[in-house]
């Protein structure tokens, strides 16, 4: 009788497959630059979405209120972003130095309702204005309505020296509140108990 236990077959000999290693690293390399510049390209589209849709809230209040500027103001590591809607081409947007010693288009006073100066060139709480032509200037804060941390300003500006009506501010203050809102979205905060993960304002409260 046979011993089943020697019967048993040895695995049949195989052949390993060989490749050309700096053939499939050059592969893998050229497939990770391929995702990385995929990657930046959606980056770049959403930050254009974005960019859009924060100008289009700013082209839509500057037309329903009938202003020549309308800026949203974010604070950064280095100083201010800004977001400009010039309602017409004739409207010159203040320079840099004018803005860097302005105390307007930044957070001119820490309150909850928008702060309306219908004329200040001859306003006496304020410093050197901008000098493009600007007498009318409305700021609304960008700010949680619970949390009160502050996002950034809502700000208006004008040629002509006039004031808001009161459905005027209630349509600056929900332009503030729809501003905060996009900003959390772009983000990606769900909630306004997160909102200081995003830059924010944190000097003392200032008033006119």
């Known amino acids: 009788m046979v011993d089943p236990r020697s019967s048993s077959k040895r695995p049949a000999a195989y052949s390993t497959p060989t490749f050309d290693t700096q053939e499939a690293l050059e592969g893998m390399q050229q497939r990770r630059r391929e995702q990385q510049q995929q990657q930046q390209q959606q980056q770049q589209q959403q930050q254009q979405q974005e960019q859009q849709q924060l100008e289009g809230l ?65 306003h006496p709480g304020l410093g050197a204005p901008p000098t493009s032509g600007f007498r009318f200037y409305a700021e609304a804060l960008v700010k949680g309505e619970h949390s009160g941390t502050i996002l950034g300003s809502l700000c208006l500006a004008d040629r002509q020296s006039f004031t808001l009506s ?28 997160d909102d200081n993960r995003l830059p924010h304002f944190t000097q003392n409260r200032k008033s006119l």
């Not at 309308?70 to 004018?98: N, Q, Y």
């Not at 332009?175 to 990606?188: I, K, V």
Request: with cysteine; proline share 3%; hydrophobic share 45%.
């Open 166 to 193: 009161s459905d005027q501010l209630a349509i600056l203050k929900e332009s503030a509140s729809s501003l905060y809102d996009l900003l959390l979205w772009e983000a990606g905060v769900e909630s306004e108990e």
């Open 58 to 122: 700013l082209a839509q209040l500057s037309d329903s209120l009938q202003v020549d500027a309308c800026v949203l103001v974010t604070p950064t590591a280095i100083g201010f972003k800004r977001v400009w809607h010039m309602r017409s081409r004739d409207v010159i947007k203040p320079l840099t130095d004018e803005l860097e010693i302005s105390q307007l288009f930044k957070v001119l006073v820490d309150q909850d309702e928008p702060t309306v100066i219908w004329d200040v060139g001859n």
